[in-house]
């Protein structure tokens, strides 16, 4: 024994844990004086505690009965349980789902797919570059060569992304600014100094209207998941009941 307070005690084998190798007998002592110290004003403020809530301890019991009793539940879930999840959805199931639950995903913020070029503002090519950043095809391609040719700054994003994200790519002073190009069909051009920003809008989805499913679908599959780890744990937990039912278990006895 090391200390003691009331019938708590600390062994020897609980502290040796707190020592790192190499250090000196002095550190050592340091390390071990602050730990006892701490261990015992711990149990010296349990003990008040005890005095205190003597009244309650019966709740106090059952909170930590409900704690261990859920700490367990869930271990073993984690342990037993969820390897048996089926965690593989093909696009009918996810598909499906999103069609039935629509108005889970409106969007409370605009989404664009698109691009932003970045250039000197009295380029000689901003006007053809500007005419070829919507183009398909090989059009597109002479849009990228003049692009990668004379070191413009592009960047393109073919997934969804919210409105706010898109127009980081542009100066903070104008990127308040960047709303006008939401309601263009074109590029839309800003200046910031000497250079020239291009925006083009693709693909734009505006506030109220019902998210993609291809947004929807890791937030989908989270929720197709826990429903199908819900039925897992249901079926394992009814499996035991209806077990214990049959083989007349003595460790249940159930009054109604």
């Known amino acids: 024994v090391v200390a003691s307070v009331g019938e708590k005690v600390l062994l020897k084998s609980d502290i040796t844990g707190i020592f790192t190798p190499g250090l000196s007998a002095q550190d050592s002592i340091a390390i071990l004086d602050s730990y006892i110290d701490t261990w015992v004003k711990k149990q010296l403020k349990v003990m008040e505690a005890e005095k205190l809530f003597t009244s309650s301890q019966a709740d106090i019991d059952r909170m930590v009965e409900d704690y261990r009793t859920s700490l367990l539940t869930y271990r ?6 969820e390897p048996r999840v089926d965690t593989v959805f093909t696009d009918q199931d996810i598909l499906q789902y999103y069609d039935e639950h629509k108005s889970d995903f409106i969007l409370d913020r605009p989404i664009v797919k698109g691009k932003v070029l970045k250039l000197p503002y009295d380029h000689r090519q901003k006007g053809q570059v500007t005419e070829l950043i919507s183009a398909t095809g090989d059009k597109y391609q002479d849009f990228l060569d003049i692009s990668s040719k004379n070191g413009f700054q592009l960047y393109e994003t073919e997934i969804w992304k919210d409105f706010s994200d898109f127009t980081s790519n542009l100066p903070s002073n104008i990127a308040g600014e960047a709303g006008a190009a939401l309601s263009k069909n074109g590029p839309v051009e800003f200046r910031a100094g000497n250079d020239s920003y291009i925006v083009y809008i693709s693909q734009k989805m505006l506030s109220g209207e019902v998210s993609p499913v291809e947004r929807a679908t890791n937030v989908i ?13 249901r079926s394992y937990e009814d499996s035991l009941y209806n077990s214990a039912l049959n083989n007349n278990n003595m460790e249940m006895r159930i009054r109604k």
């Open 221 to 233: 599959r989270r929720v197709l998941v826990n429903q199908r780890r819900q039925e897992v744990i």
């Open 76 to 81: 073993f879930d984690q342990v037993e349980l």
